[in-house]
């Protein structure tokens, strides 16, 4: 099976900073990728679809790159709002893995 | 809106078994393949197991196979996890979510807490 591996595991940041998150897949995926977030208590939220593709609703300042292995989500400006914890998940085949996630922390 | 709303999780010993639903609304149920991802107290999601649309086909990750058991009722919008032989790594929030574009989780349910007694 295709191993996801997200880095950092932690990440202290401050508003207003911009952020990246990077998500290595151990074979090629394409384009097959999707970011969440999940904020404490609560279920996970999409942000974006296949690799670079910003969910409805979502603010802009999220975006998403890459593709084969290696893919990133930036937060260009980080607000309150984006302290949390985000997930890549693979989709090109089953199993539909999870990366291990990565906590955005307010410095 | 579309809803999706997870019951059936409980307290349970190890060896046990337990049946979660999930009701789902305000889309076409029957043409969305769904799936259920989990995740243990304080750790990451994890995918374990699909079903297509029509209840055709079905899927699961290795530590799930043989022991859960997914199924959907296309006329009662509903999509069902059996859950048997369970063990206290099974110990987890369990989601329901909705496949999008192209297979990521558009929607999320609000997640039913299993716990497995040792």
């Known amino acids: 099976d295709i191993q996801m591996t997200q880095s950092p595991s932690t990440l202290s940041a401050s508003v207003g900073d911009r952020v990246t998150i990077t998500c290595r897949a151990s074979?090629?995926?394409?384009?097959?990728l999707a970011w969440y977030q999940q904020k404490p208590g609560k279920a996970p939220k999409v942000l974006i679809y296949k690799a670079s593709s910003l969910e409805s609703g979502v603010p802009s300042r999220f975006s998403g790159s890459g593709s084969g292995t290696e893919f990133t989500l930036t937060i260009s400006s980080l607000q309150p709002d984006d302290f949390a914890t985000y997930y890549c998940q693979k989709y090109n085949s089953y199993p539909y893995t999870f990366g291990q996630g990565t906590k955005l922390e307010i410095k | 809106d579309v809803q999706l709303l997870e019951s059936g999780g409980d307290l349970v010993q190890a060896g046990g078994s337990l049946r979660l639903s999930c009701a789902a609304s305000?889309?076409?149920?029957?043409?969305?393949?769904m799936s259920w991802v989990r995740q243990a107290p304080g750790k990451g999601l994890e995918w374990f197991s699909a079903i297509s649309g029509s209840g055709g086909a079905t899927f699961y990750a290795d530590f799930v196979k043989g022991r859960f058991t997914i199924s959907r009722d296309n006329s009662k919008n509903t999509l069902y996890l059996q859950m048997n032989s369970l063990r206290a790594e099974d110990t987890a929030v369990y989601y329901c979510?909705?496949?999008?574009?192209?297979?990521?989780?558009?929607?999320w349910g609000q997640g039913t807490l299993v716990t497995v007694s040792s």
């Open positions: 074979q090629s995926i394409s384009n097959w």
């Open positions: 979510t909705k496949e999008g574009r192209g297979g990521s989780s558009d929607y």
């Open positions: 305000g889309f076409t149920f029957s043409g969305s393949g």
